[in-house]
């Protein structure tokens, strides 16, 4: 019979017949406890009193082998043993930290103790004792009681080599939280950075609201959604992709300032920056422009991060990113100093279509001046915005719901900032102009069915009835939450900051957790290819007494994935390219 290591975790390298018979001899120790009585599992509560960073804290004047005569009752999970003949030690987590526990036969007595010796790593337990520093130095609790509360029956991932396998952690968040507890300092500022948003705004008179996830068609943005069928209406639904034609209904209906903390789903790609899922702010405010969101949004960053970061340079990547200072220019400045193309010298649309030709700059599906000049910034300007920098100005060709401005009709008044290289918000002085919304919809529809005839993106008259009733001169500001948590976690991935990043389902009914295996069995079943992985089949595979379908390890690929790798129809639809990770 294999035994697990020192530790009591499974080896990084043990074959797949020895992590069964690991997994079965904890599933042997269960069964005796319930034989006995002892059921873990009927237990419904533990008067927990006491947790480890506050004792440490309390206690940290203790010296070598001090007491601190008082008794605590604590609750977690065992992450490390160390059994002895007549005394052992353990480590204990709880939701602050470790703490070690010192468990003696003669004060527990022998039958606990014989009980204790046989619990594993992971096991959750109840334990009273007295609080007292070791003497090596470490402050303990020496337990008069132990309680099994619950039975781990998978091993954790070996100790010193940990769960490694970055897709497992996004996959199995929750062993990736009880290995790698800094994983869950992550979570914890981003709480506290969504609590800081809030604040914010709450203080500047915003009013939190909430508008509908399910909307009752297709708008004619460029975002593609996901789409669902509503029985009892028997209509067609998706989900949102924005929260904003709400948001402005309700400026119009007189609350002056609103925000919503949403979630948004786009049926699209996938890469460091986007999820399909995300989270956002939007907010809008009555009787103000761009320029006062601009003042708005840096005085917003800057109190976000001296709050939860403790200052307004903050490493992002090797980068020190100083939030102290924001550059502005308009989009056409930035171009002239980043191209050396000035485009408030180009006259037409056949010059500008002439200069993207010159400077290899591809042409947008209408090329018009204004959508050439965003492919410019996008070719020569985003990648070198490091630092804080508002660009304003946009074309009207790619901002159907920002004002035009007064002395340049063919801009509008409409911002993006960026840091790292990263597009972190977007923000207008809002149409109001009814007239003007109707057509630009109109016209965006038009496009959107012209490249797909199959789209069955609508017109949003109601909106546009909405402005009728007057909307009043509006600022307008959204930003991705996800991607302020990555700047101020100092994280690489978005997949970093989900607690639970969209993942392609493991195929089959009571698919056991691969990723408690060790690394070398779980690659075998999980580690597919992303690009092969829509050539799905369903085999059944003995393991773990389980019966189960997997995504196909077989290179060959469907006529679909062909279609979606390379942008082509399948079956009489058209499938846009996606990036898959």
């Known amino acids: 019979m294999p035994k697990e290591n020192a530790n009591g975790q499974a080896a990084p390298e043990m074959t797949e017949k020895a992590y069964n018979e690991l997994v079965q001899v904890r599933r042997d120790k269960l069964q005796a406890l319930q034989e006995a009585g002892n059921d873990p599992f009927q237990l419904t509560k533990y008067p927990q009193d006491s947790y480890s960073a506050q004792i440490k804290a309390k206690y940290e004047h203790l010296a070598p082998e001090e007491e601190a005569g008082v008794s605590v009752c604590m609750a977690g999970r065992i992450m490390s043993k160390r059994v002895m003949g007549k005394a052992s030690f353990a480590h204990l987590r709880d939701n602050e930290g470790d703490i070690q526990i010192y468990v003696r036969r003669d004060v527990l007595g022998d039958e606990p103790y ?21 003497k ?29 396998d970055q897709e497992t952690r996004y996959r199995q968040r929750y062993v990736d939280l009880i290995v790698n507890p800094e994983v869950k300092d992550t979570f914890i500022k981003r709480s506290k950075i969504l609590g800081q948003l809030r604040s914010f705004l709450d203080a ?33 639904m998706v989900l949102r992709i924005e929260t904003e034609l709400y948001l402005k209904r309700l400026i119009v209906g007189g609350m002056d300032r609103v925000y919503e903390v949403g979630r948004i789903f786009r049926n699209e790609g996938m890469d460091p920056k986007h999820n399909p899922e995300f989270t956002t702010i939007e907010l809008y405010q009555a009787f103000t422009d761009y320029h006062g969101m601009m003042d708005l949004v840096e005085e917003m960053m800057k109190t976000v991060a001296q709050n939860v970061c403790g200052s307004l340079v903050v490493p992002y990547q090797g980068q020190q990113i100083d939030l102290s200072h924001w550059e502005r220019m308009t989009m056409v400045e930035a171009v002239k100093k980043y191209s050396g193309v000035d485009f408030d010298q180009v006259a037409s649309d056949e010059e ?14 209408t090329p018009t001046k204004g959508a050439i000049l965003a492919e410019f910034f996008d070719a020569y300007v985003e990648e070198k915005l490091i630092q804080p920098t508002f660009i304003y100005d ?29 597009e972190f918000g977007n923000a207008f002085s809002e149409l109001n102009d009814p007239i003007d919304q109707k ?3 109109e016209r965006q529809v038009a496009e959107r069915k012209a490249i797909d005839p199959e789209c069955k993106a609508q017109v949003d008259y109601d909106y546009v009835t909405a402005l009728e009733y007057g909307l009043p001169p509006t600022g307008g500001l959204g930003f991705g939450v996800d991607r302020l948590v990555m700047l101020l976690t100092d994280s690489a ?11 392609r389902a493991i195929l089959g009914r009571n698919a056991p957790n691969l990723s408690h295996l060790p690394e070398n069995i779980h690659k075998r079943f999980c580690a597919h290819p992303a690009e092969k992985q829509d050539a799905l089949f369903c085999c059944s595979v003995n393991f773990h007494h389980w019966r189960y379908g997997f995504e196909s390890l077989s290179p060959v690929l469907t006529d679909k994935t062909a279609a979606i790798s390379e942008g082509k129809s399948w079956r009489g639809r058209h499938i846009l390219p996606r990036r898959l990770l």
């Open 352 to 365: 500008a279509i002439a200069l993207a030709k010159e400077h290899h700059v591809e042409l947008p599906e």
């Open 493 to 503: 991935s978005i997949r970093d900051v989900l607690l639970f990043p969209t993942k």
């Open 114 to 134: 014989a009980a204790f010796k046989k619990m594993d790593i992971g096991d959750v337990v109840g334990v009273k004792g007295e609080v007292f520093r070791t």
């Open 394 to 422: 946009y074309p009207v060709e790619i901002s159907p719901l920002a004002k035009r401005k007064p002395s340049n009709p063919a801009f509008t008044e409409r911002f993006e900032y960026f840091i790292n290289a990263t």
């Open 136 to 164: 090596m130095g470490e402050l303990s609790v020496r337990c008069t009681e132990v309680v099994l509360l619950a039975k781990s029956l998978l091993p954790l991932p070996e100790k010193f080599h940990g769960l490694k």
């Open 439 to 441: 057509g630009r919809f």
């Open 204 to 236: 500047k008179g915003f009013l939190e609201v909430e508008t509908p996830i399910l909307t009752p068609f297709e708008i004619g943005a460029s975002a593609r959604p996901f789409l669902t069928h509503h029985n009892t209406l028997d209509m067609d």
